[in-house]
C-alpha cells in the first residue's frame, strides 16, 4: 500500500509518499507560503531532482490539490491516485484522550477539536490538513498519530505540576511531552539493534534537534520526559528557553514594559542557544565553529545546553533506578560528535565510556561507547514520517 504522510502547520505542509512493503520514501514535499503571497510547492521523487513550482495557494485545500497533482501528474507522476491507500496525519496535541495513533472519523476529529487549546498554533492547522485530505480524497482513510500519545504511559508523579490539584481536574494543566512518535521509534529501534526485548531495558532517549527533549523509557514504556505542557518546558533548545522560574516571565514585563504575548514570544523565539550566543546562532554548526574560534557567546551557550542536558540524564536514572542504553537522535544527536562528547564526557558517574572513534560516526546507527561502558551509547537516527506510515498501514490494512 501506498501511504501518504502529512505534517500541516499553520502555513506549511510537509508530506511523504511512503510505500508500506519496502518502506522506502516514494516522493517527498513542502508546500510553504500558503495562504500568504509568494506560495510554492518544492518536492523530490525518489531518484530524482528537486521540483520547485511557484503557485498561487489561498488555502490548505488547493495545497493537498497540489500535493496530489506532484503525485499523480503524467508527467513526472509517482502514482496513480487510486493508488493512495491511506494518508497519515501528524498530530501535535491528543491531551489524555490519545495513547495511540487512531483510524479519523467524525468523533475523532471533535476530540482533536476539544483539545485545541492546549495546542492552539497547531491542532486547529492539523485539522485543517485533516478536512483538507477529505474533501480531495474522499473515501480514502485517514489515521492520526499524536506527539503526545507514547508519553501517555508517565505515571502521575511525572506529570503532574505543583499547582493545585484543581487545575488539573479543570483546566487538564499537565505534562503531556512531544516527539512522541521520535522518542517511541527510536526506544523501539535501539532495542532491536541490540538484539534485546525493550521490556528488559532501562532507557534514555535524547533527541535533539532545534527543538530538544529527553525520555526515560523504562521497559519499553515512557515514564518521564522533558516538555509538559507545552513544548517550552525542559532542555535549552535552539531558541527556547527550556525549564525558567515563572516569575521571570512578570519580572521582564515590568523592567521592560511589555506584554505576556511578547514575553511568550521572546521565551519561544529568541531564546535557548540563540540568546544565550548572543543571537550567534541556533544552529549547532555554528556554535561548534564558534565554539573552536573561542566565540564567548558559543561557549556559554553550547556549554549550559550541555550542562541541561546531563542534569537531565541524571535525573532520569534515578528516576528509572539505573539506566542500560543512552540514545542520541534528530538533527543534533544525530550528526554532532562535538556535542555528543561533551555529553557523555560527564556520564563518567554511571560507567559510560564514549568511543572517540565511533563517535564521528553521522546519521547512521552506531554503538559510540567502548566495550568495557557501563551504559550502551547509541546514535539512532529518528524517521517520524516511516513511523506515522507503520501505525497508518497497521490501522488500514
Ligand atoms: P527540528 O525537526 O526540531 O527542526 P532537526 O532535528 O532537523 O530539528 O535538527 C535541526 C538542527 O540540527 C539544526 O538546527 C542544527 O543545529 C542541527 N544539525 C544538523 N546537522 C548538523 C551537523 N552536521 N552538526 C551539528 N548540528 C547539526
Redo the contacts with the bound molecule.
Sequence with gaps: MKILVINCGSSSLKFQLIDSDSEAVICKGLCERIGIEGSQIVYTPAGKDKITKVEPMPDHNRAIELVIEALTNAENGVVKLEEIGAVGHRIVHGGEKFTKSVIINDEVIKAIEDVSDLAPLHNPANLIGIRACQKVMPGVPMVAVFDTAFHQTMPQDAYLYGLPYSYYEKYGIRRYGFHGTSHSFVSKRAAEILGKDAKDLKMIVCHL???ASLSAVDGGKCIDTSMGLTPLEGLIM?TRTGDIDPSVVEFIMKKENSSVADVTNLLNKKSGVFGLSDELS????DL?AGYNDGHAGARRAVDTFVYRVVKYIGSYTAAMGGVDVICFT???GE??GFVRKLICDRLGFIGAKIDVEANKV?GEEKTISTADSKVTLLVVPTNEELAIARDTYALCK
Excluded: I, K, L, W
Aim: neutral net charge; glycine residues 26%.
Design positions: 534537534g532545534n527543538g535552539g541556533s544552529d549547532f554548526r561548534e534528530a538533527g543534533v550528526n554532532s553521522r
